[in-house]
């Protein structure tokens, strides 16, 4: 009978490059799989999890030809893993995401023409499609892992209220915070 050896853990994930995404409100926590001239496919995670979930598919994709074409960038939400936690008693919506999604995509691709593959689990399968709906022209593809939309009206009124709302909420970062609006998503 053969003897069976113990197997060895060889992940080619743990080859990821950790990144810092420093937004105007926090710091969040990311790695890089793959080189950092490629497209971004840019993985969101779920609810509750951390950008580790994605280990198992970055190890995958680094053992796939789509390596040679693309990098995989994985990061922790607000307040998830290693990320910063929203300043004081900041209430927490999940539109809140789309904001940090937009301030992310920017931060990494400072060309507006120039597009990303959104890929989202969960909770962050509903962020990139509302994204997506919002901002279809900064999205090249769009993959969704146990997901589906919050967004319930008219495709083209939810679109047009997220994209007025994601753009107050950008103008926000240029007003001093005592002087701040209310400003709502609808």
């Not at 409100?25 to 496919?41: E, W």
């Not at 904001?99 to 597009?115: F, T, W």
């Not at 495709?155 to 970062?173: D, I, M, T």
């Amino acid at each position: 009978m053969p003897v069976n050896e113990p197997k060895q853990h060889s992940s080619l994930a743990f080859e990821g490059e950790s990144l810092t995404i420093s937004l105007a409100h926090l710091s969040l926590s990311a790695t890089r799989y793959g080189q950092d001239d490629k497209p971004i496919i840019l993985a969101c995670h779920g609810w509750l999890d951390n950008l580790n979930s994605f280990i198992p598919l970055a190890d995958a994709f680094l053992r796939s030809e789509l390596a040679t074409d693309f990098q995989l960038i994985t990061f922790d939400w607000p307040g998830h893993g290693l990320s910063s936690h929203r300043p004081g008693s900041y209430p927490l919506h999940w539109v809140d995401y789309v904001y940090d999604l937009d301030s992310i995509v920017n931060y990494l691709i400072s060309d507006p023409n120039q597009k990303i593959l959104l890929l989202g689990h969960s909770l962050g399968g509903i962020v990139a499609s509302a994204y997506n709906a919002s901002f279809p022209q900064r999205i090249a593809k769009l993959i969704l892992i146990e997901a589906l939309s919050p967004l319930f009206e008219d495709a083209n009124r939810n679109a047009s209220r997220l994209n007025r709302s994601v753009k107050q909420h950008r103008a926000l970062n240029l007003i001093n915070q005592e002087d701040m609006p209310l400003l709502m998503w609808w």
